[in-house]
């Protein structure tokens, strides 16, 4: 997690922990004169001070020159961490058939990044002039030295990409905007394209996971599912555990990256805070991750997948209406039309049928309406989720709750059956039952941040609290089922009605009506 402090004109600036031993710290410092934007800088590269500075030798004091089509100057001087390097290159003037290393060497280029907020990086290129290759690679190697040491940082990725996601330009995306960060980063990417639903399934199941330091994807929510489900599997496969209910599962010790570029990116809004895919690449060649939880999803006894948010009734019904019209056709359009077609006359009722739950150990009344950000007191620390190799799960570090025989929002059929329900709850048993029929039944181990709920389907709900929200709509009427949707797309608590609860759970299980015509 990074702590944020503020600049004088009120800008974040990351908050450097000192967390990182210096190996370097009898390094002597290197200074020579290169030019940066037609202007001469001494530029000191100091490794036991983790740092690359220059000064104007000119003296000039940075004021941007007046007139339209004047260059504007850079600053005077300025230090930079080497930790918020990402990678560094050599300049090179290439003639007709020259590829590689070949060419006349001109300096060398930074790749750093700017942050213009707590959630969104940008790439930040600064190029240093200089004929001397010789001066150039030792300040390369010096540099690269220093980001090899730098712990968590990622080396070699599996990277899968999902081509098929939202407006189909994961490919452009990754190619135009990512590819070169990684490749800067001397990041080394084996990267996939998924061919088919079962893809990422069958491929992790060979997969040799000690080969990479980072599994990542780039796609939308669809595309996480399918990649977390296959690499926990394979997390439990390795460690011998069977997929049944009850499980204490292994926890596993690689993370997992998410380049947003789908429809819906519920997971990746929820941890980065945004949707952009540059601020996502940069995240993870920094090696930051942070600890989410997730659940496993079982019908009957039978394991159905790994995930963050299920959803029946009323949300169920518009991603299955959903389905059934052409986004290639309609694209935005085709959720907002399954929204509307859901609340109309002949589709919007209610779902019969039996929950139960275990209830989470409550969170201190001041904390109840607490919204998860960085630095939450509520949320289990990522150092805490790898004590022990069991009962947490570590996706982009994530921590698995055992969560039994419920529904996904993609699967109408996947619905447990449990048996002999009552309403009573009997002293010594600490599950609580509720029959009923409600208009909307949803589970989130995440808050579900997306376009049409930016704090939230469930804006309380913590990312590694090691527990999920149980939210319940019941009986009323269309007109007040429609202020309730509405209250997601703006800072009202959309739980604060009186046919809404919720309850922190740790498993759920839910038998709908066997009547109903699902």
Known sequence: MVDYTYSDDGMPIPKHTGAFANPFASEEDVTNIFDIREDGFDVTLSLANGNISWVSVSGNKGVRSKGLFKKKKGVAEEVLPLEDILGVKIKRRKTTGQHGGEGMCQGFTIYAYQVFGPNNLKERIIELEHPSEKICK??????????????????????????????????????????????????????????????????????????????CCVGGDGTVSKVTTALLNKIQANKHIDLKNGLTPARCHIPLGIIPTGTTN?????????????????????????????????HKDKFLQWGFICQYGFAGNVL???????????????????????????????YECDIEYLPADPLPVEQNYNVCRTGC???????????????????????????????????????????????????????????????????????????????????????????????????CSRRDFIRYLKR?????????????????????????DIHLKL
């Open 377 to 475: 007191d509520v949320c289990v620390p990522i150092d805490a989720s790898k004590q022990d190799d069991n009962t947490s799960d570590v996706v982009e570090e994530c921590i698995v709750q055992p969560f039994n025989s419920s529904n996904n929002s993609n699967d109408f059929n996947s619905l447990s059956d449990t048996e002999n329900l009552s309403e009573e709850v009997l002293e010594d048993n600490p599950w609580k039952a509720s029959k009923g029929s409600y208009y909307h039944v949803g589970l989130y181990s995440i808050p579900g941040n997306c376009e049409v709920a930016p704090e939230g389907l469930s804006k309380f709900t913590h990312l590694s609290d090691g527990a999920m929200e149980l939210v319940l709509v019941k009986d």
């Open 138 to 215: 030792e300040y390369c190697e010096k540099i690269t030295d220093y980001l090899d040491a730098i712990k968590d940082r990622p080396k070699s990725m599996k990277l899968y990409i999902q081509s098929h996601a939202g407006p189909h330009n994961s490919n452009n995306i990754y190619k135009q905007k990512i590819q070169h960060l990684f490749e800067a980063a001397n990041l080394i990417v084996d990267s996939t394209e998924i061919q088919h639903n079962e893809y990422v399934k069958q491929e992790m199941i060979h997969l040799e996971l000690d080969q990479y330091d980072c599994i």
């Open 266 to 298: 519920q997971a990746a809004k929820s941890v980065l805070g945004q949707l952009d895919p540059v601020s996502a690449a940069i995240n993870i060649i920094l090696g930051r991750t942070a600890a989410v939880d997730v659940v496993s999803i079982f």
């Open 320 to 350: 299955k209406l959903a389905k059934k019209y052409n986004r290639v056709v309609l694209g935005s359009k085709g959720l907002d039309a399954a929204v509307v077609k859901a609340l109309s006359k002949s589709k919007f009722r209610m």
């Open 488 to 512: 997601h797309g703006n800072h009202k608590n959309q739980l604060d009605f009186p046919f809404v609860e919720a309850h922190q759970s740790k498993e759920v299980k839910i038998k709908p």
